[in-house]
């Protein structure tokens, strides 16, 4: 099977009919990542989106060219006990934020999450069947 199905970047090819609803594709002639349809199939956990948008080194170390999202969080300090909604960082992590702060990210950031989230290409198509 295909590059993408051994790096278990999906259950299967992608195909044609996969873009026959969209307007413009871009598909290009060279992958440098895999293709996002199966983002929410793949990686599940929101948290884990959360932590690869905000920064990928944190769950791609050295696998990854993305660029940083940090942008899309706000980094603010603790007022109290901490917000159900904040980044969970490993305990010994570089790139956790200081002692006394945290990393929230606010609805449009959220909004992104639940969209990645959404994404499964979890079916079989005559000319593309799921390997399992």
């Known amino acids: 099977l ?7 970047w999906g259950k299967r090819h992608t195909v044609a009919r996969d873009y026959v609803t969209q307007g413009r594709v871009l598909i290009g002639s060279k992958r440098v990542g895999p293709d996002l349809k199966t ?3 793949r990686q599940g956990d929101a948290n884990w989106q ?18 940083r999202y940090a942008f899309l969080y706000e980094t603010r ?11 969970q960082f490993e305990a010994d992590s570089a790139f956790a934020p200081a002692a ?3 990393v929230v990210p606010p609805q449009r ?16 198509l ?6 399992e």
């Open 2 to 8: 295909g590059p993408d199905i051994e790096r278990e």
């Open 126 to 131: 005559p000319e593309a069947p799921i390997s």
């Open 50 to 67: 959360h932590l690869h948008l905000y920064n990928p080194k944190i769950t791609s170390e050295g696998l990854s060219i993305m660029p």
């Open 77 to 87: 300090a603790l007022e109290g006990p901490a917000s159900i909604n904040g980044l």
């Open 100 to 102: 006394g702060y945290e």
């Open 109 to 124: 950031a959220e909004a992104l999450v639940e969209y990645l989230l959404s994404l499964k290409l979890n079916y079989s």
């Open 39 to 41: 983002i929410g199939e």
